[in-house]
């Protein structure tokens, strides 16, 4: 796995994930020509889709739930700095983890982290 450090969010380092890949998207408009050939215009080539999993406690969720509220975030990832849109906060609360002394939990949660 990589370093602590190798995520961050608005300057924020982030708990260890428990799972991370990114992917790079081409935004290209696809059209058909009469004779059946594809006519492609390509916008970009490479946009940042990162995925994240994380398990955390309740003080995190909450971070969590702030920066999904934010219009757009600053990922730093490797040293460099993209402008994402973090969505898809979804928590998920681990059986019997609201137990445990001073957190109202333990929380699986996901985010997708796309570049503007």
Same mark, same amino acid.
Request: include cysteine.
């Given at each position: 796995?990589?370093?602590?450090?190798?995520?961050?969010?608005?300057?924020?380092?982030?708990?260890?994930? %428990?799972?991370?890949? !990114?992917? /790079?998207?081409?935004? =290209?408009? *696809?059209?058909?020509?009469?004779?059946?050939?594809?006519?492609?215009?390509?916008?970009?080539?490479?946009?940042?889709?990162?995925?994240?999993?994380? %398990?955390?406690?309740? !003080?995190? /969720?909450?971070?969590? =739930?702030? *920066?999904?509220?934010?219009?757009?975030?600053?990922?730093?990832?490797?040293?460099?700095?993209?402008t994402c849109?973090?969505?898809?906060?979804?928590?998920?609360?681990?059986?019997?983890s609201e137990?445990?002394?001073?957190?109202?939990?333990?929380?699986?949660?996901?985010?997708?982290?796309?570049?503007?």
């Open positions: 796995m990589l370093g602590r450090q190798f995520l961050k969010i608005n300057n924020v380092i982030l708990p260890r994930t %428990t799972g991370f890949d !990114f992917e /790079l998207e081409a935004v =290209e408009s *696809i059209n058909q020509s009469e004779a059946g050939t594809d006519l492609v215009v390509t916008t970009r080539l490479d946009k940042h889709i990162f995925k994240a999993d994380w %398990t955390v406690s309740s !003080f995190w /969720l909450d971070k969590f =739930e702030a *920066i999904c509220k934010e219009k757009t975030v600053v990922v730093n990832y490797r040293n460099v700095d993209y849109r973090a969505r898809g906060f979804a928590p998920q609360l681990i059986e019997d137990n445990i002394e001073g957190t109202d939990g333990l929380w699986k949660i996901s985010l997708t982290l796309t570049e503007v």
